[in-house]
């Protein structure tokens, strides 16, 4: 059952980082996830990448959905309608892409539903508010202009909500520029779900690194 819209909006900027990930293993995926929540991220980016990625997302949307409905589950890498359809279908609160897809705005904002498309540029960014895009994806953040490209859009368009992904990496070097750039939130993939802790199964240092960043966020928000 799908949330409200505000609601997982309002989450996502809160918590400030949106972890990335996937998995084709349910049990993984589950222990991850859980570990990103644990940690206060609890909207979480599934991609859409692996072989039969939209059922290992039906079996771990049903199991939040009762383990833990505070749970946020998105699907990123969405490129086409019919794709974000069976996603929806499927669970999804939230639909991320490498760019912007029209159709895929309509199907989402038929069912109230977030989409966050990767832009790359002023006229991109404002075509997809224009489509109803309330947090436009940065992408790939680090190769079209970093922060100052954040605070040259924010000047003629401070209404816009931007959210980098690639290029933002969970430490304060990465993290400071680009939050004081003016974004509303980051996207960060393997650089804080790591192959390392993954290899281990180490769930727990998978939550005290999403904790920290979490954390590091808020302290950089205030100032500190």
């Not at 520029?177 to 650089?191: L, M, N, Q, R, Y």
């Amino acid at each position: 059952m799908a949330r409200d819209r505000l609601s997982t909006l309002t989450a996502m900027a809160e918590q400030g980082v949106v972890p990335i990930f996937y998995h084709p293993d349910v049990e993984v995926c589950v222990q991850v996830i859980q570990a990103c929540a644990n940690g206060g991220a609890k909207a979480v980016e599934f991609t859409n990448r692996g072989d039969f990625a939209s059922h290992v997302f039906l079996d771990v949307t049903r199991h939040f959905a009762k383990a833990d409905p505070s749970v946020i589950m998105g699907v990123g890498s969405i490129v086409d309608a019919p794709t974000a359809g069976i996603f929806l279908a499927n669970g999804a609160n939230f639909v991320v892409g490498p760019m912007m897809n029209p159709e895929v705005a309509r199907v989402c904002n038929r069912r109230m539903i977030p989409y966050h498309p990767g832009c790359g540029t002023v006229r991109e960014i404002s075509e997809a508010q224009e489509l109803g895009v309330e947090i436009v994806k940065l992408f790939p953040g680090g190769s079209v202009g970093g922060p100052e490209f954040v605070k040259g859009v924010l000047g003629p368009m401070p209404w816009s909500k931007i959210m980098p992904t690639g290029g933002v990496e969970a430490n304060e070097g990465s993290l400071r520029p680009w939050f004081k750039s003016g974004i509303v939130a980051c996207g960060i993939g393997s650089d804080l779900i790591t192959k390392d802790l993954l290899a281990a199964k180490d769930y727990a240092g998978i939550e005290a690194r999403v904790r920290q960043t979490v954390q590091l966020i808020k302290s950089i928000r205030a100032g500190g």
